[in-house]
């Protein structure tokens, strides 16, 4: 056994990190997460899906996702729909404001006021973003295709509109990371497609052919690394492409290496909170996967990470697509 180590307070995150790995509880697992996180990047053979839940984009993660993006440290990102409208409404102009979660709700909604626990936002500047969508499906009809290939195509169309401005679309566009939203309809995208289709719009989301581009990433990958952010439908969306390599007999054995921050517990039985011990059972993760669980909240966990390993100075060791 090795002892635990007195965590030294220090202006060097990820010192910090490291030295918080040497310690106990949740602050061991954060700094155990930067450690294969970056081995990860540095696995030449390793392709990295990034699964992204909750309100990460309205509660200010964006700045930090896009980063992860343009340092080449995933290579998929699969999010709900939401999370890429709201990244959407601040690429265009439409901002998030700091709110409270003690208040009147009946009182906000006379006002127009949303509230996603203590951000608010303007309902009627949502609904012109709900616009935006279905203007833009009437521009490339007909159309259908994967959300992945959809995003992409209005990813080009906000960034030549709206130019010069730094959004996770904006990134993924710029370095050609595919976004997955394979439950696209749950969202305020799935409202505007439902308004363009109801002006006759003929725009379609193939969400088999979601399923089969990202299989075939991780059928063609040497091996795979996640990291989900909360859980829930990307989280998976993602764990389910080793069982179909196994179905179809690619040669995966399973994720090889697995992070997630959640806050959720495995004991309720829900995904989000399930182990990577409990995945193993499925063929999801490796047998012999590098693996930790920070139970966290993401919005803490998130910016220590990211700025670690950019402090650090990790570089990708795969080759971009």
Request: contains cysteine; glycine residues 10%; negative net charge.
């Amino acid at each position: 056994m090795r002892p635990t180590q007195p965590v030294q307070p220090n202006a060097d995150l990820p010192a910090l990190l490291e030295g918080m790995s040497m310690t106990g509880f949740q602050g061991r697992k954060l700094g155990e997460s930067l450690g294969v996180w970056t081995r990860m990047i540095e696995d030449p053979d390793c392709t990295i899906l990034l699964g992204l839940s909750g309100a990460m984009i309205p509660a200010g993660m964006q700045s930090c996702i896009a980063r992860l993006v343009a340092e080449g440290y995933i290579d998929v990102l699969v999010s709900t729909g939401a999370n890429i409208f709201h990244d959407s409404c601040e690429h265009i102009g439409v901002r998030h404001y700091i709110g409270h979660h003690h208040v009147d709700d009946g009182e906000l909604f006379s006002r127009g006021v949303d509230r996603i626990y203590d951000v608010f936002a303007v309902e009627e500047e949502f609904r012109s973003i709900d616009r935006k969508f279905a203007e833009f499906a009437a521009t490339i009809a007909p159309w259908r295709g994967s959300s992945a290939r959809f995003i992409m195509e209005w990813g080009r169309w906000i960034t030549n509109e709206y130019p010069g401005r730094q959004s996770v679309i904006a990134a993924c566009v710029e370095h050609d990371v595919p976004v997955f939203i394979p439950a696209l309809c749950d969202s305020s995208i799935g409202i505007g497609l439902l308004m363009a289709k109801r002006d006759g719009v003929d725009v379609e989301i193939d969400q088999i052919a979601d399923i089969d581009e990202i299989s075939r990433i991780v059928e063609d990958a040497g091996r795979t690394g996640v990291v989900y952010i909360g859980g829930g439908v990307p989280k998976n969306f993602i764990q389910q492409t080793q069982v179909i390599a196994d179905m179809y007999d690619a040669g995966q054995d399973g994720h090889a290496y697995a992070i997630q921050y959640t806050t959720d517990a495995p004991h309720w039985g829900g995904l989000s909170g399930c182990t990577f011990e409990e995945a193993i059972s499925w063929g999801k993760e490796s047998v012999n996967s590098l693996r930790v669980q920070c139970f966290c909240d993401a919005t803490i966990a998130l910016p220590l990470i990211t700025s670690a390993l950019i402090a650090k100075g990790v570089k990708r060791a795969k080759t971009r697509r």
